[in-house]
């Protein structure tokens, strides 16, 4: 407990300690409720209730404004340490001291800056009234008239985002802030200088314009930040050519390059007014925080804590001693699993989406999350973790488990016929489906060539509740584990009729996110249920344990007809591919009436799996397949 919190106990049993603490002579009355009303008008800043000899409420009052002002948002509370009558008169004139103890919560730590001081009253026999000698000491040692205390800021280092191996992600890298200095240009240029400013660096040259003309005509006003490295396309010429454009070196947190792991990572920048609002005092005005992404979730554990110096000033500006005094405490690093090397690449493929897409990467054997990307950046979106999307035919890997465990075998005879009907509804197979391949064919040879009328058959027999037991089987409905706040995906247990019917299709009501899709893939290679796991330190909690688990047995099925697949099923494009055995499932789900479709292509190769992801696709093989072939290439170099 700090000693502002021990404190305002302390005060709140103070007519209690008082009786011990205070004394007084007959024909004066007890000093203590006086000393009680100074301390509450400190605290408050409302001296409306004490009676002074020297001064008045408003002056006292401002004078403690000025005191205390500059320490801004830093609470204190102020409690009566000891009051009596003095045994001797002065002039004939009887006095009583207290001694008031201040303590100000200055950090977030038990060291708080606590001082005491004196207070005096003298009795007024007319009044019979104690009334208080006011001086500026009573309310900060040796503090003088117009002096002021005021506490001083040294930011702390902010901690990193670093990869499995302890590399930094995430670190201070050079930057250079250019804006408008409007002392450098005469008033005329201030407007097409800052036009001129803005679309060398492509920024609204309009609002830029009316920016600079807002700003005081001392201003400094900030364009924008630009890294200061190899990609920088703007040239230190280009800018001083400008008249008044100028730069600023600077450093600030930043990963590798402006779009790796964007929307994972987050970004860091001032905070706002509702931050500040929100955290009741510990971040301030100016502090640099989290915006969004792993910066914002992990925020505490990365910004550490600022070093503060808190000074007694005279009412010249100057600083006469230093009364606290606390070191900045760095932030931590928070240590994630990603492999730097294929988070570039899949960055890399999806730099130039036209709709939002991702690409996620697994380690099978322990779940570790080695890449995800979403794109296009600049949307913010976070697909990759976060979103939730009907997952198409890659779905039915589930539904093949579903059926495995009612007896299937990958080489059951199953009927595929071009249409099906449930409940009025018809169903039929993807646009192109090869009509050698319809009518009674292995349940292997269904995975193949994804006919979507095997499944929908199946749907009533199986029913949502052994459906949703499969997908938590293969990971798609567990806890999250990431520390991240990652979505999995969901498959309601109690779907009937024709929702069902497309649940094992993966449309319905059905929903995975490209992590949970990617995790199915990871639990089939992995031949057990895989949760996966993104943030190592600070450790998150533990995600509970399905409540149904993959077999090695059930494994080894699903992976022998997702090899068909490859071999010579809807991703046959991948089968050149070197190295170890390929599985894989395509997926294509319509969305609406217009028949718009997100693309799908889940596979695993050695001790990796990859989802892919494309919103508004042509198709899983076409538009997805080409992505998780180029991640098993970059994963191969």
């Given at each position: 407990m700090s000693a502002l919190r021990r404190s305002a106990v302390a005060l709140s049993v103070a007519a209690l300690a008082l009786g011990s603490l205070s004394a007084c002579s007959a024909g004066a009355p007890d000093p203590a409720p006086v000393a009680d009303e100074l301390v509450s008008a400190i605290n408050s800043g409302d001296f409306s209730k004490v009676q002074f000899a020297t001064s008045d409420a408003q002056s006292v009052a401002k004078a403690q404004e000025t005191a205390f002002g500059p320490m801004g948002d830093i609470k204190h509370n102020s409690t009566v340490s000891s009051v009596a009558e003095d045994e001797e008169e002065t002039d004939g004139v009887k006095t009583a001291t207290a001694d008031i103890t201040t303590v100000w919560d200055v950090d977030e730590t038990d060291k708080d800056l606590s001082y005491t001081t004196k207070a005096v009253w003298e009795y007024d026999k007319d009044a019979e009234q104690w009334k208080l000698r006011f001086d500026p000491s009573v309310l900060a040692p040796d503090l003088e008239t117009g002096g002021y205390l005021q506490a001083s800021y040294q930011a702390a280092d902010r901690g990193s985002i670093t990869d499995a191996g302890g590399k930094k992600i995430v670190t201070n890298r050079p930057v250079i802030r250019v804006g408008i200095d409007k002392t450098r240009t005469e008033k005329a240029n201030w407007e097409k200088s800052a036009a001129q400013l803005a679309e060398l660096v492509d920024i609204d040259e309009e609002q830029y314009a009316k920016t600079v003309l807002a700003a005081g005509d001392k201003a400094w006003v900030q364009a924008i930040v630009l890294r200061d490295d190899a990609t920088r396309e703007v040239t230190d010429a280009e800018i001083n050519k400008i008249p008044g454009a100028t730069f600023q070196e600077d450093e600030i947190p930043l990963a590798p390059t402006r779009s790796f792991a964007r929307p994972l990572l987050g970004s860091v920048g001032e905070a706002t007014a509702e931050i500040i609002k929100k955290s009741e005092g510990r971040i301030k005005s100016g502090d640099q925080v989290g915006m969004s992404g792993l910066q914002s979730a992990y925020n505490d554990t990365l910004s550490g804590t600022d070093g503060v110096v808190v000074s007694r000033y005279n009412s010249e500006n100057k600083a006469e001693a230093e009364l606290f005094t606390a070191e900045p405490v760095a932030g931590k690093d928070v240590e994630t699993t990603l492999d730097m090397d294929l988070q570039q690449s899949a960055d890399q493929l999806l730099e130039d989406a036209d709709s939002n897409s991702a690409i996620v990467a697994i380690r099978p054997s322990d779940g570790s999350v080695l890449a995800a990307s979403s794109g296009p950046v600049d949307t913010g979106l976070n697909a990759a973790l976060q979103g939730a999307y009907a997952p198409g035919s890659s779905f039915k890997v589930i539904s093949a488990l579903s059926m495995l465990r009612e007896g299937s075998t990958p080489d059951s005879e199953v009927k595929c016929p071009a249409t099906t009907v449930v409940d009025g509804k018809t169903f039929k197979n993807y646009d192109g489906y090869p009509a050698a391949q319809l009518g009674t064919i292995p349940l292997s040879e269904a995975i193949a060539q994804s006919c979507n009328t095997v499944f929908v058959n199946q749907g009533a027999e199986i029913g949502g509740k052994k459906l949703s037991e499969a997908a938590a089987a293969l990971g798609l409905t567990g806890e999250d584990g990431t520390g991240i706040g990652a979505v999995l995906g969901s498959v309601p247990d109690d779907s009937e009729g024709t929702t069902q019917a497309a649940n094992m299709i993966g449309q319905g009501v059905v929903q995975a996110s490209p992590l949970g899709m990617a995790t199915v893939a990871a639990s089939v290679q992995a031949k057990s249920t895989v949760q996966p796991k993104l943030v190592l330190s600070p450790e998150p909690q533990a995600p509970a344990k399905p409540k149904s688990e993959l077999t090695e047995?059930?494994?080894?099925?699903?992976?022998?007809?997702?090899?068909?697949?490859?071999?010579?099923?809807?991703?046959?494009?991948?089968?050149?591919?070197?190295?170890?055995?390929?599985?894989?499932?395509?997926?294509?789900?319509?969305?609406?009436?217009?028949?718009?479709?997100?693309?799908?292509?889940?596979?695993?190769?050695?001790?990796?799996?990859?989802?892919?992801?494309?919103?508004?696709?042509?198709?899983?093989?076409?538009?997805?397949?080409?992505?998780?072939?180029?991640?098993?290439?970059?994963?191969?170099?």
């Open positions: 047995n059930e494994a080894e099925q699903l992976a022998s007809m997702m090899g068909e697949v490859i071999d010579h099923g809807t991703l046959k494009d991948l089968n050149s591919l070197p190295g170890a055995k390929i599985i894989g499932k395509s997926g294509t789900a319509e969305y609406d009436s217009e028949r718009n479709a997100h693309a799908w292509a889940i596979v695993a190769q050695g001790d990796l799996a990859v989802a892919a992801f494309v919103e508004d696709g042509d198709g899983g093989a076409q538009s997805a397949g080409p992505l998780v072939k180029a991640m098993l290439q970059a994963a191969a170099k």
